[in-house]
């Protein structure tokens, strides 16, 4: 996202209330922690889990994720602006966050108590209507709304994550910027031709999924595609835009089926779908 894009969503953002978040990933270093800068701490079950939270604070440019407590601090600072406090620690794991790069979040799905599956949902064309309320959950941006988006905030990436307890997997990827990524784009906002998979998007590193590395075998009825031949609606984003067909789903829009590299109906607290533009 250049200049001119970054004003854009930041003007799009003041308008909707939707937060935009800037985030690069770097790579993890095993056995270090920056320490007395974190300004919160939080329970993660993994480290993928602790690098997705930090995503989502504007302020937090690292993470310190101690293993043997499943503790993860997000910090204010950086190795590189607080060299003297960053040490060995040999049950600790460090990354950063260059907050570069917007990513406007806008659909979610979080079970935040047995009674969430019965949340009700929310369908529009009307992204400020959607996205106003991206805290909520089951609010679904249909097709003509999502190309009004895209349209008017000029977005050319698509990032979907999921995690559920059960199996216990991270699915995390985001569309690549080249030919293929911006197929799946169009595919999204208003082409019926289901887009080739593999070489389209890319895996973040808290993705530890059997879909994401298998996407050869992603499509129904064509291999190596994104998409589903009987979901060409408007509510293809949330309905199997992923699918290797009786293996695994990314699914959030039905009232019983929320797949996230499974074909599971269980679900646990905590259980997460979200998706993102920028």
Not at 94 to 117: A, L
Request: hydrophobic share 30%; net charge positive.
């Amino acid at each position: 996202m250049d200049q001119n894009d970054q004003s854009l969503a930041t003007s799009l953002s003041s308008q909707t209330g939707i937060r935009v978040v800037y985030v690069e990933t770097t790579e993890k270093e095993f056995g270090y922690a920056l320490v007395g800068h974190d300004f919160r701490t939080v329970h993660a079950d993994n480290f993928g889990r602790c690098f997705f939270e930090c995503s989502l604070e504007e302020r937090c440019q690292s993470v310190t994720y101690l293993w043997n407590g499943k503790e993860c601090k997000m910090n204010k600072e950086t190795k590189k602006s607080r060299p003297e406090d960053f040490v060995e620690n040999p049950a600790a794991t460090y990354m950063e966050n260059n907050f570069r790069g917007g990513w406007t979040h806008i659909s979610r799905f979080i079970m935040k108590d047995q009674n969430s599956m019965k949340d009700q949902s929310s369908t529009s064309n009307s992204y400020r209507t959607i996205l106003s309320n991206y805290h909520s959950n089951k609010q679904y941006l249909l097709r003509n709304g999502f190309k009004q988006l895209k349209d008017d905030m000029g977005f050319t990436q698509i990032r979907f994550y999921c995690f559920k307890k059960k199996p216990g997997r991270v699915f995390h990827i985001m569309t690549n910027k080249n030919t293929k990524g911006a197929d799946v784009v169009k595919f999204f906002t208003e082409s019926d031709t289901m887009p080739t998979a593999c070489g389209s998007f890319t895996r973040l590193p808290d993705d530890n999924s059997s879909l994401a590395v298998n996407c050869d075998k992603w499509g129904y009825k064509n291999n190596n595609r994104w998409g589903h031949q009987s979901y060409l609606n408007d509510k293809r984003l949330f309905s199997k835009p992923i699918v290797w067909q009786s293996n695994r789903y990314y699914q959030f829009s039905r009232s019983k089926s929320y797949s996230c590299d499974d074909i599971s109906e269980d679900m646990s607290l905590g259980d997460t779908w979200q998706i993102f533009v920028r």
